[in-house]
């Protein structure tokens, strides 16, 4: 097949059509647009206005292999083993969760209200370690932990750490049963815990349900609070007077959520809306 496929309009169509079969048409064209990009370093508007240039054998070979597992559902950034966070090349392979948009407005968020942050910054269910790396660059002088449960998060995370250039310690954590002491008393907490309840899973697409890790995505349908509930115990003895928390957040339960600060001992509790408007994330101000 690939002898026969040499152009890269030729190209564009076959791994389109290819993709349809798991895709909407739309969704399909752009995808095989970023395949072909990765492996031709051509971007769309490049591939349309020289869709006649001939591509060689080895190239063509590499876009039908990874059109080949797009096809079974694998998602793109696991196929080219990296996704971007916010300008920072972040590594992902199975057993580590890809990065979402989301979570890039929330940590853009965390780094717009907090300019000049020279404190002590921890990232609780770090995955990829894309948050606590984006703290760590925009936030030079402060001091940065980000923990995980995970081994193969944290390894993957270790990696990007040290290609990223990045100041981040690392914490092999759990937070369901572990002492709360093994956080460092910080000044921003940040999480993206695990929050999908496991009805919603059939709403989802086959690449996130057959590929992603599991054990960071779903909670149980009896318990979707679940990792919130240890993550304000954390902050009430972890998160210094006057520290922030900002949470990520399953927008059916966003508002039930910010209910578990205690009114006393936190000020600013909001809920806010991601750029879909959806309710998304958790903010909280500890008084001091």
């Known amino acids: 097949m690939a002898e026969k496929l040499q152009t890269i309009t ?27 990009g990765e492996y031709t370093g051509m971007g769309s508007a490049r591939q349309l206005a020289f869709g006649d240039q001939i591509t ?13 597992r797009a096809a079974k559902g694998e998602p793109l950034q696991y196929i080219f083993g990296y996704t971007e966070f916010l300008g920072h090349r972040i590594e992902v392979e199975t057993g580590v969760l890809i990065p979402r948009p989301e979570t890039e407005e929330l940590t853009s968020l965390i780094i717009s209200e907090n300019q000049g942050f020279n404190g002590v910054a921890t990232d609780i269910c770090t995955g990829s370690g894309c948050i606590a790396i984006a703290l760590s660059l925009a ?24 290609s990223n250039k990045a100041g981040v310690t ?46 960071a995505l779903f909670v149980p349908d009896n318990d979707p609070l679940l990792f919130y509930r240890h993550l304000v115990k954390i902050a009430d003895k972890r998160l210094l007077p006057g520290g922030r928390i900002y949470l990520e957040a399953n927008e ?33 101000v500890k008084y001091g």
């Not at 030729?10 to 072909?36: D, F, G, K, N, T």
């Not at 060689?56 to 080949?68: G, Y």
């Open 10 to 36: 030729e190209l564009r169509r076959h791994v389109a059509s290819l993709l349809s079969v798991l895709w909407q048409q739309p969704e399909a064209e752009a995808m095989a647009s970023v395949i072909i």
């Open 56 to 68: 060689d054998r080895t190239t063509a070979a590499r876009i039908l292999s990874a059109t080949a």
């Open 139 to 162: 936030f030079p002088g402060a001091t940065v932990y980000a923990s995980d449960i995970s081994q193969t998060a944290l390894n993957i995370a270790s990696r990007n750490i040290i």
């Open 170 to 215: 690392l914490i092999a954590h759990d937070i369901l049963s572990q002492p709360v002491d093994a956080i460092e008393k910080s000044t921003i907490i940040v999480s993206n815990p695990p929050y999908i309840t496991v009805s919603e899973k059939e709403m989802m697409h086959v690449n996130v349900v057959d590929y992603e890790p599991h054990e």
């Open 252 to 284: 059916a339960y966003a508002v039930e959520t910010s209910r578990l600060f205690n009114p006393s001992c936190y000020r600013e509790v909001k809920v806010l809306n991601d750029i879909r408007g959806k309710q998304r994330f958790i903010k909280a």
